[in-house]
Structure formats: C-alpha cells, structure tokens
C-alpha cells in the first residue's frame, strides 16, 4: 500500500523557518521524482518544488525561489522542502507527490500525501 505522509507544518511568523518532510513507501522511492505542491483556500494546487530520483535535478518554483529549498534521502525514503524567509502568502495546505518511471509500455501514476497545512502570520 503507497502512503506519502507529511509533517512539519504549523504557525510561523512571517520571517520564520519551517521544514517539511514526506516519508514515503510502497514503491520505490529511489527511482520516482518527488515535488512539493501547495494550496491555499480559494486557488488551484501549485508546484513548488521538484526533484529527481537521484537527486541531481531540482526545479523551484519562481514565487519561491531562493527561499525554498528541496532535498531527499534515499536511504529514508523521505524528501523535504526546507522553507526561509516565510511570508504571509506562503499560507497553505502543502502536499507531496511521488511519481514513478513510465513509458509508454508503465502508465504513469501519481501518488500524493494528505497535506500539511502551515500557516504563516504574526
């Protein structure tokens, strides 16, 4: 059974620090790009984040960029997004996303978490 399980959201203070984790099984999480997406109430999910299975490749957001920051650890199973300098419009409900390879011959599917809310205030 897949699960993608977030933690490390909360309420900061704009200025503030916060990282997030997804510790990930029930596929390999080795060979799957991972991203951070995020929701705030009344608008669509954005990406925020990507990163490839080893690890080489990220892509951020530009709304982020700078203050975000991706990562992973294959041997926990586990991505993180490593958030700085947080303003109020960084409020939102965060999820993690893991996408295995796919061909032509292995349709792709999307595995997504639950979602983390952080709230980002004075």
């Known amino acids: 059974q897949v699960q993608l399980v977030e933690s490390g959201g909360g309420l900061v203070q704009p200025g503030g620090s916060l990282r997030l984790a997804c510790a990930a099984s029930?596929?390999?999480?080795?060979?799957?790009?991972m991203g951070w997406y995020r929701q705030a109430p009344g608008k669509e999910r954005d990406e925020v984040a990507t990163?490839?299975?080893?690890?080489?490749?990220?892509n951020t957001a530009d709304s982020v960029k700078g203050r975000f920051t991706i990562s992973r650890d294959n041997a926990k199973n586990t991505v993180y997004l490593q958030m700085n300098s947080l303003k109020p419009e960084d409020t939102a409900v965060y999820y993690c996303?893991?996408?295995?390879?796919?061909?032509?011959?292995?349709?792709?599917?999307?595995?997504w978490g639950q979602g983390t809310q952080v709230t980002v205030s004075s």
């Open positions: 029930g596929f390999t999480f080795s060979t799957a790009t």
């Open positions: 990163i490839s299975p080893t690890g080489e490749r990220t």
């Open positions: 996303k893991g996408t295995p390879p796919y061909s032509y011959f292995r349709n792709r599917v999307d595995y």
